[in-house]
Structures are given as structure tokens and as C-alpha cells.
């Protein structure tokens, strides 16, 4: 497929964080919720319990990640399966995912992927909410990445609105949560309180900032980034509009 813009068949998402959406039952579990293969490995496992007293179906579907002027892309791929890709869960049983490798060479860098389960209607005229989960997938190359690489800058949007943009120039995704701005005596203004999403390897993310936050140099950006309480290093406005 040719690069450029996405077409109107992708996936464009700016909110499948590794959360699931509202459901009817929330029967469905995943574990874990985040997966890695390690430089050498070809295959992990993925599984799905139904904590409920009816038996659930659900669909499980891969797709490639990446991340295009601040939002989320996914595409379908075929350098990952998953098997089985349709399945049933007894009651309060569980079963097994399998999400295998299918280019027996490592990547040359990390590679990202989103794996999509859904909780599929008992009938197909059941007009229930399903359930849906998101998490990330990814394949370290070897040597293994050294890490993220954070730093934050100030834009505006279209309207004039201020946004944070977390840029990383690391070879290693970042998983940001608990990200905040420390305005002028201290003060806290959230950005997102809990996981506020991840910024992969070499791409950015922009983030609305609070009208009353403020603007730096008078206060300084944190996060805890891949679990680890960071403070976010802002680009000055006379690098960037030098280049550097």
C-alpha cells in the first residue's frame, strides 16, 4: 500500500488506550493487559476470562500501530496472527490467545501493534452495547531499545488553544500517566490523572492544556513515564523556531 494520507478505511483512533469501552455485562477480562516479545521470541500468549454465568464469544483482531500528526493510526497487517481469531469463553472459564510472529527475522526497530477484542452479541440481532478492549503489542528488536527520550513543547490548535506536545526521540515507547502541569505556587493542574496514553518511538502526541494552566517558563510539566516519575524537559521557543 502506498504511503500518504490515511484512507477512510483505517483505523483512526484517539482514544483505544489499553481501556475498555462501556458494556453491558464487563464479564470479559484480559490478562495481561499489555504484551511484549522479546528479542528471540516468536509467539506470546494472551488470555480471556469470562467472569460471568452465561458463556461470552468474542473476536480478536491485530493491527499495525503507528502514530501520524499526534493521533493514533491502526491498519490491518499480516507480519502478526492471532489464533484463534473467533472464540467462545465458558462461564466463568477461561481461554487461550496465541499472537504469533510470522517474520522469523528480529525488527530493526521496535514495532508497535494494537490488539483489538471484542465481546460479540448472542444473536445477531442483539442490539447490546459490546465490550472492547485495546492493548498494546510490541516487538523489541535486538539489541534490546534503550529507552524513551521526552521532551515537551507548547502549540496551539487551529482555534488558538494551547496544547502540550510530547515528542520522543528515543528508541523505545513511552507509557505516560499521571501527567500533570505545576502552574505558579504550586499548583496542579491534571492533564490526565491516570494512564493519559503512550507516545511511540520517534512520534509525538498532543494533549489539550487547561485555559487557567498558564504557559511555561513559570511552572514545569510531570509524568510518570514506563512507571518512573519524570519531570518532562521543555523545548525553549528560540530552539524551535532556530531548529534546533
Known amino acids: 500500500m502506498a504511503k500518504g494520507k490515511p484512507t477512510p478505511w483505517l483505523f483512526v483512533l484517539a482514544a483505544w488506550l489499553g ?5 453491558a455485562s464487563r464479564d470479559l477480562r484480559l490478562e495481561p493487559v499489555s504484551l511484549a516479545l522479546q528479542p528471540g521470541e516468536q509467539a506470546t500468549t ?11 464469544q468474542a473476536q480478536v483482531r491485530l493491527f499495525s500501530w503507528t502514530q501520524e500528526e499526534g493521533g493514533e493510526v491502526l491498519v490491518p497487517t499480516r507480519a502478526v496472527a492471532v489464533s484463534p481469531p473467533l472464540l467462545e469463553v465458558p462461564p466463568l472459564g477461561r481461554q487461550q490467545v496465541r499472537i504469533v510472529r510470522l ?3 528480529a525488527p530493526a526497530a521496535e514495532t ?3 490488539l483489538v477484542v471484542d465481546e460479540l452479541p448472542h444473536s445477531p440481532a442483539s442490539d447490546s452495547p459490546l465490550l472492547r478492549y485495546s492493548i498494546p503489542v510490541f516487538v523489541l528488536p535486538a ?3 534503550a529507552g524513551p527520550q521526552l521532551s515537551a513543547r507548547i502549540e496551539e490548535d487551529a482555534a488558538g488553544r494551547p496544547l502540550l506536545r510530547l515528542e520522543n526521540s528515543g528508541d523505545r515507547h513511552a507509557r505516560v500517566a499521571a501527567l500533570r502541569y505545576i502552574g ?3 499548583r496542579r493542574h491534571e492533564l490526565a490523572p491516570s494512564l493519559a496514553g503512550y507516545v511511540l518511538a520517534g512520534r509525538y502526541k ?10 511555561p517558563p513559570y511552572g514545569r510539566f510531570e509524568a510518570e513515564v514506563n512507571g518512573q516519575a519524570q519531570v518532562l524537559v521543555l523545548v525553549p ?3 524551535l523556531l532556530s531548529g534546533r
Open 19 to 23: 481501556i475498555a469501552t462501556p458494556a
Open 46 to 56: 494472551l488470555w480471556l476470562s469470562n467472569t460471568g454465568q452465561q458463556p461470552l
Open 103 to 105: 517474520d522469523a527475522d
Open 112 to 114: 508497535a501493534y494494537r
Open 143 to 145: 539489541p534490546p531499545p
Open 184 to 186: 505558579t505556587g504550586g
Open 206 to 215: 498532543h494533549w489539550p492544556l487547561p485555559e487557567d494552566a498558564g504557559r
Open 237 to 239: 521557543a528560540a530552539d
